[in-house]
C-alpha cells in the first residue's frame, strides 16, 4: 500500500485533545467533551493537518522524514489567548505594591495612576523601542504555547498613538510567528487633555479613530472599557455602533468592577465577546446566552487585583453561555502572559473542570475572534498550531501550576519552539 508524504508526524501521544467536531462554541456538556485519543497522532503538510488519528491509523497512511515521538506527552491545539493588552512602555510594580499596602485598583486610578499611568509611558516611547517590547512579549507567549493572540491598543489614547499601537501589532504580525487578531481599544479610558470634554473624546474615537483603523485595515475589532471610571453605556453605544458601521467586529470589557450593563450592550449589538463579567447580573447572564457573543473570562485579573469576586463561570456555563478564558496580560491588573497559570486559576477559583478550562483556552477562544474554522481543534484541513506538553494527561496541566510544561511549540506546521 502505497502512503502519502507528509512533511511533520507527531506520533504516540499518551493523549492527543482534538477538541474536533460538534457545534462552537461549546456550551454546556460539550465544553467537557476534549475528544482525546490515546496514543494519538497526526499529520503535517505545509501549514495544514492532514489527517488526525490513533499512531496505527496515522502510519499506516502517511510517511515523513520528519517524525516527533510524543510519547509520554499531551499533543494539544496551541492555546488561544483571546484578551491582551501587550502594547506597553515601562511597568507598574509601583501600583503592585501600592495594592499589597491597601490601596484598591480603581483608588490609583482615580489618582492619575492606572491606564494613564501607562498612557503616558507610551506617548513618550518611540515606536521602535514599543515594537521591541512587544515582540519580546509575543515570545514569551509563544514560549509558554500560545499561538495566536487577540491584541489592543488603549495606551495612547489619541489618534497617532493608537495608530502608532496597532502598527506595531500589524508589524509583528507579519514577523513573529505568533497570530494576532488587532483591536482598536481607544475607548480605555478618556484622556487627561480631554478633561471635562468627555463627549468631544467619544466623537474622535467615534468619528476618528474608528474611522482611520477601519480603512487602513489596522484593526479587525473594537473594545471599550465600560466600566464607571471609563465609559458609560451609552457612551460605549455610541462607540461601538461606529465601529460596526465601520466594519469592525466588537467586543467590550463588561460588568468587571459592577453591573454596569456591558453584557446587555453586548447583547443588543451582537458583541463577539462580553470579557471580564465578575459582576455580571441574572440578567445580564440571560441576555448573554441568547446572544452569539463568547463569555471571556479573566481570572488572571482578579487574582492579581486581589478581588474576592471571580466571575460566576458556573451559572454562565449552566445557562448555555460558550465560555473562553484568557490572560488579559496587562501592566496593571493582570501581569502574566501564561494560559498554564489560568486555567489553574480557571480550576480553582471559577471551579472549572479541567477540560471545560481546556475548551475554553482553545476552540472557544478562537471562537470568541472568529477563527474557529481555521485553528483551535485538531482536526484535517485546520492550520497546523500544535503544542507538545510534557505531562503524562491533560488534568496534570492545571494541577502542576507555576512552570512551563510546554516542550515543543508548531504554528503553521512549522517547529517554532523546542525546549
Ligand atoms: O482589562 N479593565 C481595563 N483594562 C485592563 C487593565 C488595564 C490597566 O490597568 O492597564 C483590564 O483589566
Ligand atoms: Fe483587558
Not at 485553528?375 to 503524562?392: R, T
Request: glycine share 10%; charged share 20%.
Amino acid at each position: 500500500m502505497s502512503r502519502k508524504k507528509a512533511d511533520l508526524i507527531i506520533l504516540n501521544a499518551s493523549e492527543m485533545l482534538t477538541l474536533a467536531g460538534g457545534e462552537v462554541p461549546r456550551r454546556e456538556v460539550a465544553m467537557s467533551d476534549l475528544g482525546v485519543v490515546s496514543g494519538g497522532a497526526l499529520a503535517v503538510k505545509g501549514s495544514r493537518i492532514e489527517a488526525a488519528g490513533s499512531s496505527r491509523e496515522i502510519l499506516d497512511s502517511w510517511h515523513s522524514k520528519q517524525a516527533i515521538d510524543a510519547s509520554g506527552c499531551v499533543v494539544m491545539p496551541g492555546f488561544v489567548d483571546p484578551h491582551t493588552h501587550p502594547v506597553f512602555a515601562g511597568s507598574r510594580e509601583n501600583e503592585f505594591e501600592m495594592r499589597i499596602r491597601g490601596k484598591t485598583y480603581e483608588e490609583i486610578a482615580a489618582a492619575g495612576g492606572g491606564i494613564l499611568n501607562s498612557v503616558a509611558r507610551l506617548r513618550a516611547t518611540p515606536t521602535e523601542a514599543l515594537y521591541a517590547s512587544a515582540r519580546a512579549r509575543l515570545d514569551l507567549f509563544l514560549e509558554y504555547g500560545t499561538t495566536t493572540v487577540e491584541a489592543k491598543s488603549g495606551y495612547g489614547l489619541s489618534v497617532d498613538d493608537e495608530m502608532r499601537s496597532l502598527q506595531v501589532l500589524k508589524d509583528l504580525a507579519r514577523s513573529h510567528p505568533v497570530e494576532i487578531a488587532p483591536t482598536l481599544l481607544g475607548a480605555h479610558k478618556v484622556p487627561p487633555e480631554f478633561a471635562g470634554r468627555r463627549k468631544e473624546y467619544v466623537s474622535l474615537v467615534a468619528g476618528v479613530m474608528i474611522p482611520i483603523a477601519a480603512k487602513t485595515n489596522l484593526a479587525e475589532y473594537c473594545d471599550v472599557f465600560c466600566e464607571r471610571g471609563a465609559f458609560t453605556v451609552s457612551e460605549s453605544r455610541t462607540i461601538l455602533k461606529a465601529a460596526k458601521n465601520a466594519g469592525l467586529g466588537i467586543r467590550i470589557h463588561a460588568d468587571q468592577f459592577s453591573a454596569s450593563g456591558g453584557s446587555k450592550l453586548a447583547a443588543e449589538l451582537g458583541a463577539a465577546s462580553a470579557d471580564h463579567l465578575e459582576a455580571v447580573s441574572a440578567a445580564g447572564i440571560r441576555m448573554l446566552a441568547g446572544s452569539g457573543a463568547v463569555a471571556v473570562l479573566l481570572p488572571g485579573s482578579s487574582f492579581f487585583l486581589d478581588q474576592s469576586r471571580f466571575a460566576p463561570a458556573r451559572k454562565l456555563i449552566e445557562a448555555g453561555v460558550p465560555v473562553a478564558l484568557a490572560t488579559d496580560f496587562n501592566p496593571g491588573s493582570s501581569m502574566t502572559h501564561s494560559m498554564q497559570i489560568i486555567l489553574t486559576l480557571a480550576c480553582l477559583r471559577l471551579k472549572m473542570t479541567p477540560a471545560e478550562a481546556i475548551t475554553a483556552a482553545t476552540i472557544n477562544a478562537a471562537a470568541a475572534i472568529g477563527r474557529h474554522d481555521r485553528i483551535g481543534s485538531i482536526e484535517a484541513g485546520k492550520k497546523a498550531d500544535i503544542i507538545i506538553l510534557s505531562v503524562p494527561n491533560h488534568r496534570y496541566i492545571p494541577y502542576h501550576f507555576g512552570g512551563n510544561h510546554v516542550r515543543t511549540v508548531i504554528k503553521k506546521g512549522k517547529v517554532v519552539i523546542r525546549r
